[in-house]
């Protein structure tokens, strides 16, 4: 036995051979790449020139790119807790057994379902200033006298944040419920028994012990979050004012609109670290807590 | 191994050469395009054009690739950056200084016909010449004027609109007549809204970019005539209340669907606005008038207007430029511009089918008058960013900035911009 | 004993009570904006532009849901996002499965590091990505077709499934394979017939979000796909909101169309979802 741990042993390896491989020809050339474009001026094809930090030092002197990180901050923070807050609390209400429930689950999830171009298209045309059906009851209530641009008004991040809040709960939602059957039954028999009650058992109990099940899900769902384009850029398109202007969309044009490609690569590769960093703190606070 | 794959290879080769031999009289071609218009309105037509000329050469193929305008410039450089173009591609205005710089773009100079180019004004070829390379062979123009309800102007006893003066005036009677707005605006930073909002701010006399004599490059963007038409343009909606609601984020679709529905009576356009209005709402034919955009009253106002010719670059990786150039004539040749034209409000380019009746009605009347007026497209090679620079500034305007902090902006971005290109 | 009972069924009570209250407010959440979506789609070209107009619909009208049939062609759209979906469901699945057996059951150098580049995978904000996939797919003759869309799609959904399998894995006691082992058996014949069939609902929900994330994806299949033929359900509806025309109630009732297999493909899954949940290892 111990002759066999001092060798090396293979079969570890070959396990996971499938998804390092896949991963590496796929994801790590495209990243390199990128990285690569970073400390270059160029513009894809015949112009190629070594410009080393440049790109990066002028995101950081040039306001905009730090100031839509710092907006992605806000917006990320919003999102993730709406989505912790929304999505702990309907597992909660889905958790038991109950009449109706598999129907309540069922309709719960559509948002996850629905494409992300759908979802954006689908509030843009609710809000819409002219004839979106948002204005039209609210002026039917009287609570509104006129048409109201929604998505032009310093509401607009709001808005976006609730409908990213939307789209995206269910995730949360059913790695929260799968969480909560993974805790075995017998453990809230015994904390029913020594008095616990049901917010006590829920926080010294369920939160623990579910953690490592939600944990990934909670941090890549910050990182995606944090990166997210499509709805963003069909609801509100960075707008107004630069209100909702995140570092994707910043990116999207720096690369698309402009032609910057170096400096686009270099936002990308900030956002990589900061997205990086984000996940290591949150880590380190999951498992302090543990 | 490799000695097996060399064999199998040098066969196919000789294969190839030979078949290529024996099909030289009737050699069969692929064309492949990259249209933007498969997804809009004007697909059917465009694929009938394609159909008509692969009866009329059998040898041919067309093949169009589907894209989004949206997604247009991306998808090139994409493919521009793998060594994989298609045979052409459509050519977005604000996308032609950065193609010709990736060198991307064959000179159609080399394939168009003496005849067909012989054809067009000089405006549509200083238009599509950029550095003396023919950037893309023209197939339709959409020149920008202004598109007004000429029912509602004779209701509201308005001659003509010649000054700005008149169009604020105008869109004031509309908001009355029509009982909801006057003025539809693109107020939205998508590249469309930015593409009216210049030539408005142009009737000011302002150019955003221009080279002087010692090739440095210098704005108008910070004097006090650009204030002026930026401060006149929101007004409009800030002061008069005669455009609809939520201006910032009102697109190119979405303004023609207004003035389709007769909610306004007023937009800045392409003549295509007048097709897509006409398909939508098909009462509106012969109450659409046109006029070439008003001037300022300002001393330097002036009447001004970008062509928008529009067509397909050869790329470099086109193994048949001289087929692909006489397609690309057939489709803007008299017969099919002229029902595509009529059709759709995107108007030949040659002076021949421009000359046919359906475009001498009320409708197109300022569009052919502007023509006069064409400005060529800007040869700064970010004048993207540089649209996106007074796009922010209108947009924040819209949304609540003052000129002061807008102005400011604008000032900060030019300036820096200016001078990473006056280096 | 039996004054406890009882508060403790009228605690239960209130509990019900409570959980269906924010269940009612959870599902009117979602169904207003869907009903309103389902609104649009049967209202008429005209109706949907008037200002301020009437909140139903005058008359119902079927026209839009002919029109994605008829004037494009959905039936193709649907295959091919069927066809690319469920190969990159698939072959997730299974290289997840792999990974999480593999990193639970053994410690082997570079584990820690490999879970992290896992995740790292996921940091870099995938625009940036456009240029060199296609570049990639293009060496290996796979751009333009739904076999290179379906290899980019895996590498989205690879990592998430991974750490769920692994996840899922942590929960399961080694003793169970230990005692296999003991038995005999081989590690992969421990990891397909032991194992598997305990992990089921990590596999269930990791099949529900790979398919959900193949599904909706735009803008990858946007750029990577040109020819017609090989367009997917969700590009198809984006390019409804064209640059020159929008078609709200198409849009509408094509978004509807395209929502259904996954609303079937959950309801169907969510059987063994359950089942799975419940029957789950942890006793």
Not at chain 2, 297 to 307: A, D, K, P, S, Y
Not at chain 3, 184 to 196: K, P, V
């Amino acid at each position: 036995m111990t002759r066999n741990k001092n060798k090396f042993n293979i079969t570890p390896y070959l396990f996971i051979f499938p998804v390092f491989v896949l991963l590496a020809a796929l994801v790590i050339y495209p990243i390199c790449y990128a990285l690569y474009l970073s400390v270059m001026k160029t513009n894809l094809t015949n112009k190629w020139e070594f410009v080393g930090v440049a790109n990066y030092l002028s995101i950081f002197k040039d306001g905009s790119m730090v100031k839509s990180l710092l907006t992605t901050f806000q917006f990320t923070v919003v999102v993730v807790l709406g989505h912790l807050v929304l999505g702990t609390i309907l597992a909660l209400a889905l958790n038991k057994k109950r009449p109706g429930v598999n129907a309540f689950r069922t309709v719960l999830i559509i948002p996850w379902l629905l494409p992300d171009v759908v979802v954006a298209l689908l509030f843009k045309w609710i809000f819409n200033a002219n004839y979106g059906v948002f204005n039209n009851i609210l002026i039917r209530l009287g609570i509104l006298e006129k048409n109201q641009a929604w998505l032009s008004t310093g509401l607009a991040f709001v808005i976006l944040a609730a409908v990213c809040i939307w789209k995206g709960y269910a995730l949360i939602m059913v790695n929260m419920m799968a969480g909560f059957q993974s805790v075995p039954e017998d453990v809230y028999e015994a904390a029913k028994l020594d008095g616990a009650s049901p917010v006590q058992t829920f926080f010294r109990i369920t939160v623990p012990m579910i953690r490592p099940v939600i944990s990934t899900a909670v941090i890549l769902d910050t990182v995606w979050w944090f990166k997210h384009y499509t709805i963003i850029k069909l609801l509100t398109d960075g707008g107004p004012n630069n209100a909702t202007s995140t570092v994707s969309i910043t990116i999207y044009k720096e690369a698309f609109s402009y032609h910057n490609y170096g400096v686009a690569a270099a936002g990308a590769g900030v956002v990589f670290v900061v997205c990086w960093l984000i996940s290591k703190i949150m880590r380190r606070v999951m498992d302090q807590n543990a | 191994m490799k000695r097996k794959l060399a064999a199998v290879l040098s066969v196919s080769m000789l294969a190839s050469l030979f078949s290529g031999v024996a099909a030289n009289a009737e050699e069969e071609i692929t064309l492949t395009i990259m249209s933007c218009l498969q997804t809009e309105d004007e697909a059917e037509l465009e694929s009938a054009m394609a159909e008509a000329y692969m009866a009329e050469h059998p040898n041919v193929t067309i093949e169009f690739i589907s894209v989004a305008n949206n997604d247009l410039d991306a998808q090139v450089t994409t493919m521009a950056a793998s060594n994989d173009l298609p045979d052409a591609f459509f050519m977005n205005c604000a996308f032609m200084s950065t193609a010709l710089d990736m060198g991307i773009v064959a000179d159609a100079n080399d394939y168009i016909s003496d005849e067909f180019k012989a054809d067009l004004s000089e405006e549509v070829i200083n238009y599509c010449t950029l550095n003396d390379t023919l950037m893309f062979i023209p197939w339709f123009q959409i020149p920008v004027a202004l598109i007004y309800r000429a029912d509602w102007l004779e209701q509201a006893g308005i001659e003509k609109i010649e000054t700005m003066d008149d169009f604020r005036e105008a869109a004031k009677s509309f908001t009355e007549i029509s009982g909801n707005y006057g003025f539809s605006m693109v107020g939205a930073r998508n590249g469309s809204g930015e593409a009216r909002f210049s030539v408005y701010a142009k009737a000011f006399g302002v150019d955003e970019v221009w080279q002087n004599e010692d090739g440095t490059w210098e704005s108008d963007l910070t004097s006090d005539k650009f204030k002026t038409a930026l401060q006149s343009f929101v007004d409009l909606d800030l002061v008069d209340g005669v455009v609809p609601a939520g201006a910032s984020e009102t697109a190119y679709q979405d303004a023609v669907t207004y003035f389709a529905n007769e909610q306004t009576g007023l937009i800045i356009s392409g003549s295509n606005a007048v097709g897509a209005i006409l398909n939508r709402n098909p009462e509106l034919a012969g109450k659409l008038g046109s006029v070439p955009i008003p001037a300022a009253t300002t001393e330097e106002g002036r009447h001004v207007t970008n062509l928008q010719v529009s067509g397909y670059t050869i790329t470099t990786a086109c193994e048949h430029p001289e087929e692909m150039a006489d397609f690309l004539e057939f489709m803007a040749g008299y017969d099919n511009a002229v029902s595509f034209g009529s059709a759709t409000g995107r108007i030949p380019v040659t002076n021949s089918a421009l000359a046919d009746e359906a475009f001498t009605g009320s409708e197109y009347i300022g569009f052919s008058e502007c023509m006069q007026y064409s400005l060529p497209y800007s040869t700064f090679p970010a004048y993207a960013e540089v649209q996106d620079i007074f796009g922010e500034a209108y947009n924040s305007m819209l949304t609540g900035s003052s000129l002061d902090d807008a102005v400011a902006t604008v000032d900060g971005r030019i300036t820096e911009l200016l001078g990473e290109y006056n280096q | 004993m039996h004054k406890k009972n009882k508060s403790l069924s009228r605690h239960k009570k209130a509990e019900g009570t409570l959980s269906y209250f924010v269940l009612v407010l959870g599902a009117c959440m979602v169904i207003l904006p869907v009903l309103w979506m389902v609104i649009t789609a049967v209202k008429n070209d005209m109706e949907i532009y008037q200002m301020n107009g009437r909140i139903l619909p005058v008359e119902v009208s079927f026209i839009s849901f002919v029109r994605i049939w008829r004037d494009y062609d959905f039936a193709l759209y649907f295959r091919n996002s069927l066809l690319v979906t469920a190969a990159a469901v698939l072959v997730s699945l299974i290289a997840s499965a792999l990974t999480g057996y593999g990193a639970t059951r053994f410690e082997f150098k570079g584990k820690s590091a490999f879970l992290s580049f896992i995740l790292m995978t996921q940091m870099f904000p995938s625009i940036m990505l456009l240029v060199p996939f296609y570049k990639i797919l293009s060496i290996y003759g796979l751009s333009n077709s739904l076999v290179g869309l379906c290899v980019v799609y895996i590498s989205f959904t690879i990592p998430f499934c991974s750490w769920m399998m692994v996840g899922y894995y942590r929960t399961i006691p080694v003793e169970i394979d230990e005692s296999a082992a003991i038995d005999g058996a081989s590690s992969l014949q421990t990891f397909i017939r032991i194992t598997l069939p305990l992990v089921r609902p990590g596999l269930v929900s990791s099949a529900i979000y790979a398919f959900i994330t193949c599904w909706n994806e735009y803008m990858f299949a946007a750029i990577l796909i040109m020819n017609d033929k090989m367009k997917t359900a969700a590009v198809a509806i984006a390019e409804m909101n064209g640059y020159y025309r929008i078609a709200w109630n198409d849009m509408m009732a094509a978004s509807l169309v395209a929502s259904v297999p996954l609303i079937i493909a959950f309801i169907f899954m969510q059987k063994s979802f359950i089942s799975g949940l419940t029957a789950g290892a942890v006793k």
